[in-house]
């Protein structure tokens, strides 16, 4: 049902003025005295426990990078450690009261954020739990190195196990967290509500916002928070990620129970740095990071600063969010102030900043502070707080002395066949539903839909029965094969979720949507703010959590602004996990034509450039459904590149056109569209039409028999059927409307001239669109590959059609002048 929403002139162009709430600055000022009715004595001692579990994991740390020993241990990290010194109140207040199905998101600096949620989640899981987690994670690979000189508790036990895979993951061992595979900035533990953490700034800002989204969607219990540093607060993903996280739709337009905001915090730990820049006072000029809740929304996003050299104070204003968003009134912004002593990484010598001003934050140590204020208030004593102290300093040693011996904690063989990341790149699981106990909301029945009751008067084939070719208008197009998919599959999976600019009333981009909006709550199928990073980012989050969903970006040169969530999240995430998640996003790029430079170019190979994505490109309307139906039924991240010049394109090439039900074109197999034998014409996309074309004329004026295949999938790709074709005609030219220069085209052809070097009669030729901006559609000719193009290449580089003259320069001198001129 489209919405009505109408701009009320006179409203509009009234004069007033906008007037701000104000927002409150380290309000509470409680002390534990004041606080002991609302903790048990042992709640607060394990609050000072806790943070100097931390201290101490950051103190060895600190002490194997500078001296490369702690405590007689001996090892050498190479790899990074952005440490936490001084930061322990704040993660310990903010985890104290979240519980496992409260989902932590982090940055760079997070070791002291993981261990103070893993440390709250093994108090509040009882023995059982723990131990089914422990025994059930990666096999029990972890408990079985910490299990071996266990003599307490299984909360002791569970403390262990937290420390050892955390710090065996920072040092990259099999036994890690991650199984070595994510390390010291990715770091994370799922079964505690420890989600990814992330070593791009400000990347958890749109992704956890996407995580959120997940848990509004699916109705799952708890919150979200993104744990961002205060310079990062300037990130792209974060302030896409904010808008995303405070539509107004949310409470405006969804339906119940889905109204309301997200269960989103989005925290700031605000130490005053970035590596050495300082946000308030430099690089920023919102002086009180807070302030940025009021640019966002009414409520100012419930924006607060609080104190977190204070962990009473954080855990309050936890609580007192929580709340917030409980009624449906998130999400919120915390500006949490701390301080880190460690430099931003244990080489940094500080040089940005006075001694005097980090002895100054010392003066007020958190730990040093608390422990003071339990002994002021009664709860211990200074011989509880020693021992407190000594014991945080045993189990450091203890996970230290495991992590660091090779014997007992050897890294991944990465040299093998069918070594951890051959294996874990891809989940490649076939999976219909991401849940299939629950079934899956939608308005109408499927058979109601007007838009397929119309399809069902078109035709499932380009051609009639008598074999003639049918308008295009009469028949089922790649827009509507993709929408037969799609809609198919919001019928089957309850997790899936459709979004991105204009999806909604608009109908999608092309078109591709219309008759979605009729079927589907806005929970389902929603417009996004023109946010492409946050488009991407958020699907990722909602991924990580377990959904499936499918966005969208209207032009693949958009792309460029969701380069860090699709090179560097969608792309990676599965690995880092070392197999422990999923990754089922589809992401549609459509490649554009007609509109000029910034609207009309082909990104593919930037795509397939980045290892973890699987890209597919087809260019008829059966492959199209058939590879939706793979990607939306498969649990890896797909780059579904579809081209503008075909989304009415018809079938005819299947017999019979279209098949009306569910089928898979499986990943990575070309298709040979046509047989021949003297050439073969290796397309992406849509120049499989342009090469029929030149074929047809090669055939009919030179004799040239041609075979045709249609790549459909760029990663993977199985060589197989392109080399067999190669052996029977031993020549091979290559078209795509990619710029020719480091296209998939090149490596397709570096790899069949390295496969079938001694089939080949002369090297192959590859034919892309010229190195040049795409020209306005007027002179667009001149830019992409056309059956003249080819017609030319194959003269000049591959057999010498007899009497023919080449259109236009394409000889080898031509080629070496372009890229000595880098066109
Ligand atoms: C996108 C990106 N840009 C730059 C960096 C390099 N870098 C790492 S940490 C950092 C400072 C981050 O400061 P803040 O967000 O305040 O977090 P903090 O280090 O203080 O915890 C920078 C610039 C990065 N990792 N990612
Ligand atoms: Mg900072």
């Given at each position: 049902?489209?919405?009505s ?12 003025f ?15 005295k ?24 950051e103190?060895?740390?600190n002490?194997?990078?500078?001296r ?5 241990i ?10 936490s ?5 704040a ?9 496992i199905?409260d989902h932590?998101?982090g940055s760079?600096?997070?070791?002291g954020e ?14 059982e ?36 895979g955390t ?5 990259g ?5 991650n199984k ?6 990715h770091?994370?533990?799922t ?5 990814p ?8 800002g ?7 989204l ?8 708890g919150?979200?928070?993104?744990n ?12 896409e990620?904010l808008?995303?996280?405070?539509m ?9 129970p889905y109204?309301?905001?997200l269960p ?15 946000p ?10 807070a302030?940025?809740?009021?640019a966002l ?9 609080v ?7 954080v855990?309050d204003a936890?609580?007192?969010k929580r ?9 919120v912004l915390l ?10 990484s244990?080489?940094?010598?500080s ?16 730990i ?6 339990l002994?002021g ?6 011989s ?14 203890r ?13 991944a063989d990465?040299?093998k ?9 891809y ?22 839909n007007?838009r ?12 009639d ?7 295009d ?10 929408f ?9 999976d309850p ?10 009333d ?5 078109a ?5 909006t009729e ?11 023109i ?13 990580l959590?377990?959904g ?11 792309l460029g602004?969701?380069g860090?969530?699709v ?11 070392g197999?422990?998640?999923k990754?089922?996003v ?9 509109y000029?430079?910034?609207?009309s ?7 397939a450039?980045?290892?973890g ?9 059966y492959d199209?459904?058939?590879l ?9 991240p797909?780059v ?9 394109q018809?079938?005819?090439f299947?017999?019979?056109?279209v098949?009306t039900?569910?089928y898979?074109?499986?990943?990575g197999?070309?298709a ?12 992406i996309g ?9 074929a ?14 249609d790549?459909?999938s760029?990663?993977?790709f ?8 190669v052996?029977k005609?031993?020549k091979i ?18 790899k069949?001239?390295?496969f ?5 009669d002369a090297?192959p030729?590859?034919?892309g ?13 001149a ?6 193009d080819i ?7 591959i ?11 394409c000889?080898?001198?031509d080629?070496?002048?372009?890229s000595?001129e880098?066109?």
């Open positions: 049902m489209p919405k929403q109408m701009i009320d002139t006179d409203q509009v162009r009234k004069s007033g906008i007037e701000f709430k104000p927002i409150p600055v380290n309000q509470y000022a409680k002390t534990v004041d606080e002991l009715g609302r903790y048990e004595a042992d709640d607060l001692i394990r609050i000072q426990r806790d943070m100097m579990i931390i201290r101490a994991f103190t060895m740390l002490e194997i990078k500078l490369g020993s702690y405590e007689g001996e090892y050498s990290h190479k790899g990074p450690a952005h440490l010194l001084g930061q322990e109140a993660a310990v207040g903010q985890a104290y009261h979240l519980g199905d932590i998101y760079h600096r997070s070791h993981i261990l103070a949620k893993g440390l709250s989640a093994i108090e509040k899981l009882d023995d739990t723990l131990m089914s987690v422990m025994t059930n994670y990666f096999d029990g690979q972890c408990l079985g190195i910490v299990e071996k000189d266990a003599n307490g508790s299984v909360k002791d036990l569970a403390t262990d196990f937290l420390l050892y710090l065996a993951e920072i040092f061992r099999e036994a890690g967290f070595g595979m994510g390390g010291s900035m770091a994370f533990f079964p505690f509500g420890i989600y953490n992330n070593a791009i700034v400000g990347g958890s749109d992704i956890s916002v996407g995580a959120a997940f848990k509004k969607v699916n109705q799952k219990r919150i979200v928070i993104g961002i540093g205060d310079a990062a607060s300037s990130c792209g993903p974060v302030w990620g808008c995303l996280a405070t107004d739709q949310y409470k405006k337009l969804w339906e119940e109204r309301g905001g989103l915090i989005m925290n700031f730990y605000n130490n005053f740095y970035g590596m050495g820049g300082q308030c006072g430099e690089t920023m000029g919102f002086e009180i990071l302030r940025l809740g009021a929304n009414v409520e100012q996003m419930h924006a607060e600063r104190d977190g050299y204070n962990p009473l104070a855990a936890i609580l007192r709340e917030i968003i409980e009624r449906g009134d998130g999400p500006d949490t102030i701390t301080y880190r002593y460690s430099g931003h244990p080489s940094d010598q040089s940005y900043r006075e001694k005097s001003e980090i002895e100054a934050w010392k003066e007020h140590d958190p040093v502070h608390f422990a003071g204020e002994i208030a009664g709860v211990c004593q200074q509880r707080i020693d021992e407190l102290e000594q014991q945080a300093g045993e189990l450091i040693v996970a230290c002395k495991k992590a660091v011996d090779l014997s007992v904690s050897p890294r990465l040299m066949k069918h070594c951890l990341l051959e294996s874990t790149m989940s490649n699981c076939k999976i219909e539903s991401m849940e299939p106990d629950r079934k899956p909301e939608t308005l109408l029945g499927i058979d109601e007007p397929l009751k119309a399809l069902a008067n078109r035709s499932r084939s380009g051609f029965e008598n074999g003639e070719r049918l308008r208008t009469r028949c089922i197009g790649i827009r509507d094969a993709l037969e998919a799609i809609i198919d599959r919001f019928y089957v997790t899936l979720i459709a979004y991105g600019e204009e999806n909604r608009w109908g999608g981009a092309f591709v949507y219309r008759g979605l079927a589907l709550g806005y929970h389902r199928l929603f417009n996004t703010p946010s492409e990073g946050a488009i991407a980012g958020s699907a990722v989050g909602y991924a959590e377990g499936r969903a499918l966005v969208a970006l209207m032009y693949c040169d958009f602004r969701a860090d969530e090179f560097n999240q969608l792309s990676k995430w599965q690995a880092m996990s197999g422990l998640l990754m089922p589809v992401l549609r790029v459509s490649v554009g034509s007609k000029g430079a910034q609207h170019q082909d990104w593919t190979s930037m795509c450039h980045i290892p994505l699987k890209v597919v490109f087809p260019a008829t309307p199209a459904k058939g939706m139906y793979s990607a939306l039924t498969g649990t890896d797909v579904f590149f579809e081209s503008q010049r075909l989304y009415g018809p079938e005819i299947v017999p019979g056109g098949p039900g569910q898979e074109v499986p990943f197999e070309p040979i569209r046509k047989e021949g034998k003297d050439l073969t014409i290796l397309t849509a120049t499989l039409y342009r090469a029929i074309e030149a047809q004329e090669l055939e009919a004026k030179y004799g040239i028999s041609c075979e045709i295949i790549a459909r760029i990663v993977p199985n060589y197989e059927k392109v080399l067999d074709s052996k005609t031993h030219l290559l078209t795509s409307d990619a710029c020719e220069r480091g296209s998939c085209l090149q490596t397709m052809a570096a069949i001239t390295r079938a070097f001694d089939e080949l090297p030729v590859v034919l669109a010229r190195n040049w901006i795409t020209p306005p559609d007027e002179v667009e000719d830019f992409f590959p056309y059956p003249d017609i030319d290449a194959v003269h000049e580089n057999i010498p059609l007899k009497g023919y003259t080449v259109k236009r320069d000889s080898t001198a080629q070496i002048r372009r000595a880098g066109i």
